[in-house]
């Protein structure tokens, strides 16, 4: 299934060529979305040198593959924050995100495509069950002192509520991957060395050395803006991740507008709604409840949000399907700044990472000159190293996951493959270890190990997809093993046929 998103599918990447021998910089940066786009521009507009490497395109993670919206709230709540926190932190995070969202209005002036525009975020509950969600909302933000109205309905085609809606004014919504994009070229312009699909495929962190294919990087400072960051780390025993399914229908003859704004509609079949104008043309984007990586039915899960939409919108068949996924901070703040390996990490965002994104980049930078901002205390990721003896865990499960790897398929697995059907996937586990197997629909085999290498879970099919993806830290795999996205750095190691077997 072609699962390109809406943005991706109506603004270009920048075209970067890749990286072409060794190097030397004062800032390596790994990870071309909103967090390492912006942070490059900074920087090199602070006449820092530069490097940025992406393993895909510009965009391509999940910035490209977001709804697009920006907003103070959180879409955890912040009455979660405050619970936690206390209402001074509850303060600090509008105001960090206020900022944020006005840093990306002033960039988007004079960018092409980004279509900047303030709008109301809706938040309301479907159903009762969700209501107190929405009223522990209305409270916070009171105490806080942001604006907000209330209204007791809402209005077709949005889906009903069951309750007082919640109406914060003046958020806003942009064009992610024009954004992105816009970011790469002032990067560029101001001095920074960009190179798309260049993946670090080792880290030194503390040698400061990053190798990939066709060239190594030293480094004064790294910063991983990949997400989550790459290896073993503390966060990705603390961090709970899931994927999301997102649709764009065309808008056509018959159907109603919901208008501009953000509209998030709590509940069992719950979405994040808004609309977007590309060429003439608008589209409604829905995007549907989260769901753990590998230990989902994605192609349900993607049914699900296309039956939602259709009761709202009209059956209307979409235009764009997408997914990503998201990782949540385990006390709801980001882990932004330096961790224990040295390297500057930015992950934990949730779904609001556009913002967040944002906020790091300008954290780090301002970090990288020497200030230590009063907000970057409160998401340091070493705040974690607290958890006892978790370090000594992830070193055991590493060490479990390597020894399950073996070369070859064994005869029971062989036979077992030779009766895959084109477009069946496999897992078969055998004493040869565990194989992950599938039939392109053109009959060609893919068999890898079905281990993880990040650190040794097993994957699981995604059929929506076509990728192998692992339940612990979101690691995802294409079916030939190389890594799409997560924290896993190796490919799945691929399982030749015996006849392959010298001797
Ligand atoms: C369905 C969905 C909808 C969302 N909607 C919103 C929204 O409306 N508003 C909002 O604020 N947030 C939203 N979010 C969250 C937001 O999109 C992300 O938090 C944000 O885009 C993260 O940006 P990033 O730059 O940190 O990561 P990414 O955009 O994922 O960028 C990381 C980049 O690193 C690259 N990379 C990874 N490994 C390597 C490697 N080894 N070498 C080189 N490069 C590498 C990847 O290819 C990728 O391009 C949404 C998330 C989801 C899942
Ligand atoms: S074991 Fe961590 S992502 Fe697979």
Redesign the pocket.
């Known amino acids: 299934m072609n699962t390109q998103s809406v943005w991706r599918g109506t603004a270009p990447s920048p075209g970067f060529g890749m990286l072409n021998g060794d190097l030397g910089t004062e800032v390596l940066i ?8 912006t942070l490059a521009m900074l920087l090199a507009r602070q006449g820092r040198q530069v490097v940025l ?4 395109e510009i ?13 103070e709230t959180l879409s955890g709540g912040l009455h979660t924050i405050r619970s936690g926190w206390g209402e001074q932190v509850v303060r600090q995070v509008v105001a960090e995100r206020r900022a944020a969202i006005e840093f990306i209005e002033e960039q988007s002036r004079a960018a092409t495509g980004v279509g900047f525009r303030r709008c109301p975020l809706v938040l309301y509950a479907m159903s009762p069950s969700q209501q107190g969600f929405v009223d522990g909302e209305i409270d916070t933000l009171l105490r806080a002192g942001a604006q907000q109205e209330r209204r007791s309905s809402i209005d077709a085609p949005l889906p009903p509520a069951a309750g007082p809606v919640l109406v914060l004014p003046n958020q806003a919504q942009i064009q ?1 991957q024009a954004y992105a994009t816009h970011l790469a070229r002032q990067a560029a312009a101001a001095g920074a060395s960009l190179h798309e699909h ?4 080792q880290i030194d962190a503390r040698a400061k050395i990053v190798e990939t294919a066709t060239g190594a990087i030293t480094a004064r400072e790294i910063v991983m ?3 989550t960051p ?1 290896g073993i780390r503390f966060v990705h025993a603390e961090m709970p991740v899931h ?2 399914y ?1 649709v764009a229908l065309p808008f056509g003859a018959g159907m109603s507008d919901p208008g501009p704004g953000i509209f998030w509609a709590l509940g069992d079949e719950g979405l ?1 709604i808004r609309t977007y104008d590309a060429d003439g043309q608008r589209f409604v984007i829905c ?1 549907g409840r989260e769901h753990p990586p590998g230990a989902h039915n994605a192609k349900a899960a993607l049914m699900a949000v296309e039956a939602a939409a259709a009761r709202h919108f009209g059956a209307v068949q979409p235009a764009f399907r997408w ?4 990782y949540h901070g385990a006390d709801g703040l980001p882990y932004i700044g330096r961790d224990s390996t040295g390297c500057f990490i ?2 934990g ?9 944002t906020v ?1 980049a300008r954290l780090i930078a301002e970090e990288l000159s020497g200030s230590s901002p009063a907000f970057a205390s409160l998401c340091k990721p070493s705040r974690l190293s607290l958890i006892k003896g978790a370090k000594s865990i992830l070193e055991e499960v590493a060490v479990t996951a390597k020894s399950l790897v073996k070369d070859y398929l064994t005869h029971r697995q062989e036979e077992k493959l030779s009766s895959l059907a084109p477009g069946d996937s496999a897992i078969i586990d055998s004493d040869g270890g565990s194989c992950a197997a599938w039939r392109s629909p053109q009959g060609e085999l893919f068999a890898v190990s079905a281990v993880c290498t990040h650190m040794g879970c097993k994957v699981h099919w995604n059929s929506v997809e076509t990728s192998w993806d692992c339940p612990c830290h979101g690691s995802r795999f294409r079916p030939d093993g190389t ?1 799409i ?1 997560g924290p896993a ?1 190796r490919p799945l190691a691929v399982r030749h046929p015996r006849s392959l077997k010298s001797g």
């Not at 260049?198 to 495929?201: G, I």
């Open positions: 790994i990870g071309g979305g909103i967090t390492g786009l490497i992406e393993a895909d965009g391509s993670g999940t910035t490209g593959h977001s709804t697009g919206n920006l907003y992610p260049t993946r670090a495929l803006a990949t997400h790459k994927r999301e997102a994040s995007v997914s990503a996924q998201n930015a992950t965002f949730a779904t609001d990472g556009l913002t967040w994104g790091a890594v996205e750095l």
